[in-house]
């Protein structure tokens, strides 16, 4: 997904002239040719992202559409206020792509995790919020709402579902119907989720679009009044956006996802998966117990 984000957006740079790029000691290699052939709107701020932030914000009160790309608990963590009065105050266009999701870094520890983001992303009124499954979705989405006017965060993710779905910006995608229930497969989740459904009997949402929350979609599909949701961030963290959504219905709601505590345990990001219960046997059975109950 990270080769896919830098082609993209080294197209844009190279084809808009009022476009600025600027890293914080990441992405220098890929951005090599950027950085050598627009040095004058292409800079790597180092370790630096609280200003840099307020810096893309100047440029963009200029005209000039920022693209900031970071790791994701140092650009929406460590420069929250930057982003929330910066750009979400002033309605500032920017485009804040990061990598690393909930641990993808895995072995550099709890500072370069980042389970938190959507929660935090959806306290900021007006920053959109991207979590594309595959490269391909990526550049669809991200063609779609770079040049909208908005701020818009971008999740990135090293480890890509296989299955591609026809995605849309703001709209969640359907990819099965069922009569015993909802499955609502939150980006990265999406392989998991249908190798755990199997040939169970219950519809399939795919969310990409995080905020705006597509909740017509949601009400439309309801089914028994059940509805699971799995999540590779903090388990229960898009709860608000699906009660919002089925207010004025009665219904059951199971969270799946990266458990609400401090990650001290060491290995792979697939050995966290499979800790946390985040793989496709132990979502089969919570769909099966939710379900068939």
């Known amino acids: 997904m990270r080769k896919q984000m830098i082609d993209?957006?080294?197209?844009?740079?190279?084809?808009?002239?009022?476009t600025s790029l600027f890293l914080v000691d990441i992405g220098v290699w890929?951005?090599?040719?950027?950085?050598?052939?627009?040095?004058?709107?292409?800079?790597?701020?180092?370790?630096?992202?609280?200003?840099?932030?307020?810096?893309?914000?100047?440029?963009?009160?200029?005209?000039?559409?920022?693209?900031?790309?970071?790791?994701?608990?140092?650009?929406?963590?460590?420069?929250?206020?930057?982003?929330?009065?910066?750009?979400?105050?002033?309605?500032?266009?920017?485009?804040f792509i990061t990598t690393g999701a909930a641990y993808d870094f895995s072995k550099l520890g709890y500072s370069h995790y980042c389970p938190e983001d959507i929660e935090l992303a959806r306290t900021m009124p007006g920053l959109e919020?991207?979590?594309?499954?595959?490269?391909?979705?990526?550049?669809?989405?991200?063609?779609?709402?770079?040049?909208?006017?908005?701020?818009?965060?971008?999740?990135?993710?090293?480890?890509?579902?296989?299955?591609?779905?026809?995605?849309?910006?703001?709209?969640?995608?359907?990819?099965?119907?069922?009569?015993?229930?909802?499955?609502?497969?939150?980006?990265?989740?999406?392989?998991?989720?249908?190798?755990a459904c199997g040939d169970e009997d219950v519809t399939i949402l795919y969310y990409t679009t995080l905020v705006p929350f597509d909740g017509i979609t949601l009400r439309e599909n309801l089914v028994n009044e059940k509805i699971l949701l799995c999540e590779p961030h903090f388990e229960g963290a898009l709860l608000p956006a699906i009660i919002d959504s089925v207010k004025d219905c009665a219904v059951k709601i199971k969270c799946v996802g990266v458990p609400r505590k401090i990650n001290r345990n060491y290995g792979t990001k697939i050995e966290k998966d499979i800790c946390f219960g985040l793989i496709d046997k132990d979502i089969r059975l919570e769909i099966r117990k939710f379900f068939n109950n």
């Open 129 to 195: 919020f991207i979590a594309a499954g595959t490269p391909k979705e990526f550049e669809i989405l991200f063609n779609s709402t770079w040049n909208d006017g908005n701020p818009t965060y971008y999740r990135l993710s090293n480890y890509c579902n296989k299955f591609d779905a026809k995605v849309a910006f703001g709209k969640a995608a359907v990819i099965k119907k069922g009569s015993k229930g909802v499955v609502i497969a939150v980006s990265t989740m999406l392989d998991s989720v249908i190798e």
């Open 8 to 18: 993209s957006v080294s197209k844009v740079i190279a084809e808009n002239e009022n």
């Open 30 to 95: 890929g951005f090599r040719d950027v950085l050598k052939n627009y040095s004058e709107r292409a800079i790597n701020c180092g370790i630096f992202e609280d200003g840099m932030i307020s810096i893309a914000a100047g440029m963009s009160l200029s005209g000039i559409t920022p693209f900031i790309y970071g790791i994701s608990p140092f650009i929406l963590g460590r420069a929250y206020d930057q982003l929330k009065l910066d750009f979400c105050y002033q309605k500032l266009a920017g485009n």
